[in-house]
Each structure stands twice: as C-alpha cells, then as structure tokens.
C-alpha cells in the first residue's frame, strides 16, 4: 500500500532542503532609494562566516555591484556586493557634499550586514571590504574613519559598527585635496564633482571653502593608529612621486604617499606596484583570503 506523506510534512521537507543550502539574495534594500540595495552570497559552513565586503567603482557616477563571488565561498568566506547613491543622485537630494551619498551608504550597508550577521551566519568582527578606484576609496574612508556608530540611537541598524577587520583595494585614491595631489602630481585632475564643482581648477579656487569637506572624505585624513591592516594594488606605470603619469586617477603614487603615512601610524600595509611585488599576495583576493581566514 503506498503511504501518503501529508502536505504539511512535504512543505516542512523542502523547507529544511533549502535551508541546508547556501542562501543568495538580490537586491535586497538597505535603504529606501532605489540603488540603496545589495547582493548577498553566502558560504557553505557550520560557524560564522568571514565577509568581503565589495564597493564598486565607476568615479561614484557610474558602476554596478554586479561581481564573482566563486573564490570567496570556495574558501568558506561570504560576499556582500552594494550598489549606492551616485553623486547625482546626492546633487539631486541636495546632499552636501554630494560624495557623502555614496560613502554614507557603504557605511549603512555595513550596518545593514551587522545586523544580519546571525541570520546570515557571519562573523560580524571579520568584515573586510574591497573595490577598485571609487570603491577602493570608499573602502579606505570606512577603514580609516573613526566608528559612525550611535549607541544611543533608537535605529538597531545605527547601532552596529562601521569598523573594518582589513581592506584591500585596487587603484585607489586616497585624498580628495588637490593642494597635495599636484604636489604629488602635476597633472592630476579628478575629484571636484564629489564636491558639486564643475571642474579641478573650481576646486583649487575654492579650496579653502571646502576644505572641512575635504577634511572629512579624503581617506588619507583620517589614519590613525588603530585602524585596521591595509593592502594597496596598483597597476600602470612605476609610481614615480613628482612625475605625470598617463592614469594619475589610479597612479600608483597616491599608494607610495598613503603607505608613508600608514607607517607613521604603524599600521599594517602591503603596497604592490608594477616595481613592487609581494611574495605572498598577488591581488587583492589572495590578502582578503588570507587575513579573512587568520
């Protein structure tokens, strides 16, 4: 005689099936505006799991959160990738400046994670984020900014740290302040629509009108000696502090002068240039993998 499972013990089967496999989520919102959303992927473990924590790049005008998480979760590492609010999007809201869009919400999106780390299975301590050019430096402000934390607030999500465990980054820039970078380079010219002006020369004219803004959102400004262990990737030319190079947006220079100063403060940095390797870490995946899993 053939048994005849009753629906509620099938639908509770195939619950506990999915449940044993890892979870992906798309476009999950962390936010109320249309890009503020993310992707999930989670690894396959039985303890809490390490997170990489991928910011796009695309100048903050551009760019999508769209990336291969395979090399993480193969190693038992989760992978959250964001989308934010671009700089037109914060020129459109009236956000002063307009690069605090983007950068605040990579720092809401890591709360948001936080506050998911029991549901998701994740080390909520061993958070390293990631990204190239916009996203690296976005990366870097999280990694060097004192904690954005409010205790108080009656928001759990708000309560959650926005402190990093590492961050490894690709062609980054580390400073907003064009004073100090055609210092470093003569011929730099990126950076002035984070502050809503039209061009680099508005933002040498204006810079001392600016400069708490440039204060607060150049990565560079805000090292200290707690902040948490660094890994530098660039490519183009040999960094050359002083010379023009053909990409000063992701010249290998602003890594030379970011490493000085991280060594100042003796915190933890690896720096690789086309005149520099490293006999351990080739890209920015090798050193999360690594460190993620010490």
Not at 83 to 112: I, M, S, T
Not at 203 to 210: G, K, M, S
Not at 240 to 253: C, L, N, Q, Y
């Amino acid at each position: 005689m053939q048994r005849i499972v009753p629906l509620i013990v099938l639908l509770a089967l195939v619950q506990q099936g999915r449940a044993d496999e890892p979870m992906q989520l798309r476009d999950l919102a962390y936010g109320s505006h249309p890009r503020q959303v993310l992707d999930f992927y989670q690894a396959k473990a039985d303890k809490p799991t390490p997170v990489v924590f991928y910011i796009h790049g695309g100048g903050w005008r551009g760019g999508d959160k769209r990336t291969n998480p395979q090399a993480f979760l193969a190693k038992g590492i989760s992978v959250v990738a964001i989308n934010y609010r671009y700089v037109q999007n914060g020129v459109a809201e009236k956000v002063e400046p307009p690069v605090k869009a983007p950068l605040e919400d990579a720092a809401r999106a890591l709360q948001f994670v936080r506050s998911k780390a029991a549901e998701w299975n994740l080390d909520k301590k061993r958070i390293g984020a990631t990204g190239g050019s916009a996203g690296a430096c976005s990366s870097l402000w999280l990694a060097f900014h004192d904690d954005m934390a409010d205790p108080k607030s009656d928001d759990p999500i708000a309560r959650e740290s926005t402190r990093l465990y590492c961050a490894a980054v690709n062609g980054a820039q580390v400073s907003l302040d064009p004073k100090e970078l055609r210092q470093w380079m003569p011929n730099y010219g990126y950076g002035a629509h984070a502050f809503g002006l039209p061009n680099f020369q508005a933002l040498i004219d204006r810079r001392a009108e600016v400069l708490p803004w440039i204060k607060e959102y150049s990565p560079i400004e805000h090292v200290s000696q707690d902040d948490p262990p660094i890994a530098l990737f660039y490519r183009g030319e040999v960094p050359v502090v002083g010379a023009s190079p053909k990409d000063p947006t992701h010249s290998g220079i602003m890594g030379v002068k970011l490493e000085e100063r991280l060594n100042a403060a003796n915190v933890d940095v690896v720096l690789v240039h086309p005149d520099r390797s490293h006999p351990m870490y080739k890209n920015s995946t090798e050193y999360l993998i690594d460190r993620l899993l010490k």
